[in-house]
């Protein structure tokens, strides 16, 4: 399938590895010119090169802050100044830390709003005058299976995301007769550093191996296993693209049938 991505400019947050890197990947593949940023000025550019080299696309590396508002900002001119008009943009952040109710202050909880709820705000705000201006484009935010069913230690992921979901859908209202498309991916299970963190974390809480944990927890996903981020940088690169034309106000679920609930 043509995704019609071909010198189409997309902007990838957290690219330097795990989902993002592989939806920048996917991007790139499929002839995208492609806009990838994160904190750290040697990863990015690490990422950026191999995603070159493998594919021959355009690609440029940036370094942003998702929780600093000035910094989205300066990505995304720099972004159109470099590139040019902005075709999709993929919303994406790390994660709040783990933790129960009582271990959260205030700050906690306002460091949790500016890196996941507030940097979804900013980055579609950055991208809106340049995708009216050529006609329209897609905006895609990462999430995670927590808005259908809460995970015990990320509260403040549970929260945020879930805020973030009702945003995209808020927009894909408002922003339909502008052309732009506005959806949500829920990663299930997902091979990252941060499903790795989580599982040795839980696996030591329980007292048992993290092999076993693993095992355990895989035995509860219908597919049997972790998904790959690649599989998730896929359906990324489709959303994102024209293939995707008539899919607005969604929440893709790749979870390997994780997710139990009907809607």
Not at 91 to 106: I, M, R, Y
Request: some cysteine; charged content about 20%.
């Amino acid at each position: 399938m043509d995704l019609k991505l071909k010198d189409q400019v997309v902007m990838v947050a957290a690219a330097s590895k795990g989902m993002g890197y592989s939806t920048a990947l996917a991007c790139a593949r499929e002839g995208a010119i492609v806009s990838m940023a994160s904190r750290n000025r040697e990863a990015i550019e690490a990422a950026a090169e191999k995603i070159r080299n493998e594919t021959g696309a355009t690609v440029k590396a940036y370094v942003f802050d998702a929780a600093d508002g000035a910094s989205i900002k300066r990505w995304a001119e720099d972004t159109l100044n470099d590139l040019g008009p902005v075709k999709g943009l993929l919303v994406n952040a790390g994660g709040p830390p783990t933790g129960q109710f009582e271990k959260f202050s205030d700050d906690d909880w306002q460091s949790a709003f500016e890196l996941t709820l507030l940097s979804s705000i900013r980055m579609i705000r950055a991208v809106l005058p340049s995708m009216r201006k050529s006609g329209g484009g897609s905006i895609l935010a990462i999430t995670s299976s927590s808005v259908k069913e809460p995970i015990d230690i990320l509260l403040l992921s549970n929260v945020m995301r879930s805020g973030v979901t009702a945003l995209i859908k808020s927009l894909s209202q408002e922003l339909g007769p502008d052309g732009i498309r506005l959806n949500t991916l829920i990663p299930g299970k997902i091979d990252t550093d941060r499903l790795r963190g989580t599982n040795s974390m839980q696996a030591q809480k329980r007292g048992v191996s993290l092999e076993e944990h693993n095992a355990q927890m895989q035995a509860g996903i219908p597919a049997q296993r972790f998904g790959d981020p690649d599989e998730v940088g896929n359906a990324c690169a489709f959303l994102l693209s024209d293939a995707a034309s008539y899919i607005t106000g969604v929440s893709l679920a790749v979870d390997g049938g994780l997710i139990k609930t009907v809607w």
